[in-house]
Nanobody, 125 residues
Framework: VQLLESGGGLVQAGDSLRLSCAVSGRTISYYAVGWFRQAPGEERLFVSA????????YYRDSVRGRFTISRDIANNTVFLQMNNLKPEDTAIYYC???????????????????WGQGTPVTVSS
């Protein structure tokens, strides 16, 4: 199983970015997916997640209303649309996949079995 993130970059506060996570080796329609981020010197934090059937999503408080998780089953890709970015959103963003089928979303990193290499997001003020 491989996850490949893309779409990160350097933007100004208030701008938008759309992160993509291309998944191979698993059909995402059966598995929960999540996005996490890690700022320098800090622990990896939950950002957003979607359960296996795409009908339930969850966000950390600081991004709710600004970020949207979605997926394209045909292309086996997960997205994170990030609007109104703030300097505190600066981090490396990782997508992750749960290995158990028909799983609900979870905010804990230990729940996820497969991880991408991350894509950096830098928001300047």
């Amino acid at each position: 199983v491989q996850l490949l993130e893309s779409g990160g970059g350097l933007v100004q506060a208030g701008d938008s970015l759309r992160l993509s996570c291309a998944v191979s080796g698993r059909t995402i329609s059966y598995y929960a997916v999540g996005w996490f981020r890690q700022a320098p010197g800090e622990e990896r934090l939950f950002v957003s997640a979607m359960n296996w059937n795409g009908r339930a999503t969850y966000y950390r408080d600081s991004v709710r209303g600004r970020f949207t998780i979605s997926r394209d089953i045909a292309n086996n890709t997960v997205f994170l649309q990030m609007n109104n970015l703030k300097p505190e959103d600066t981090a490396i963003y990782y997508c992750a996949l749960v290995s158990r089928r028909f799983s609900n979303f979870d905010t804990k990193t230990d729940t996820y079995d497969f991880w991408g290499q991350g894509t950096p997001v830098t928001v300047s003020s």
